[in-house]
Nanobody, 113 residues
């Protein structure tokens, strides 16, 4: 049974950092493409980053500030977010590109002074 559980969200001041985690079970994350998305109230879900094999890809809005990675031993994916801006405030979701796709429940990030 595939399950994704995000954690690490919270309130942070502009310019600060957070590290999100996505713990996976029921499959091996290194075998599939894994992604982070985010969504705010009244907005469409926005792609943030992808890790596939040893390659990583980023939306222009986060390039140079966010880093996607994974720990194959822990079967967990991460999103290191630096230089956070108020416009990064959203609920962040992890996604596994397996059997039509699986989503986590989301973790809320609020960037505010």
């Amino acid at each position: 049974q595939v399950q994704l559980v995000e954690s690490g969200g919270g309130l942070v001041q502009p310019g600060g950092s957070l590290r999100l985690s996505c713990a996976a079970s029921g499959f091996t994350i290194s075998t599939y493409a894994m992604r982070w998305y985010r969504q705010g109230p009244g907005k469409e879900r926005e792609w943030v980053a992808t890790i596939r094999s040893e390659s990583t890809y980023y939306a222009d809005s986060v390039k140079g500030r966010f880093t996607i990675s994974r720990d194959n031993f822990k079967n967990t994916m991460f999103l290191q977010m630096n230089s956070l801006k108020p416009e990064d405030t959203d609920v962040y979701y992890c996604y596994a590109a397996i059997n039509g796709g699986y989503w986590g429940q989301g973790t809320r990030v609020t960037v505010s002074s």
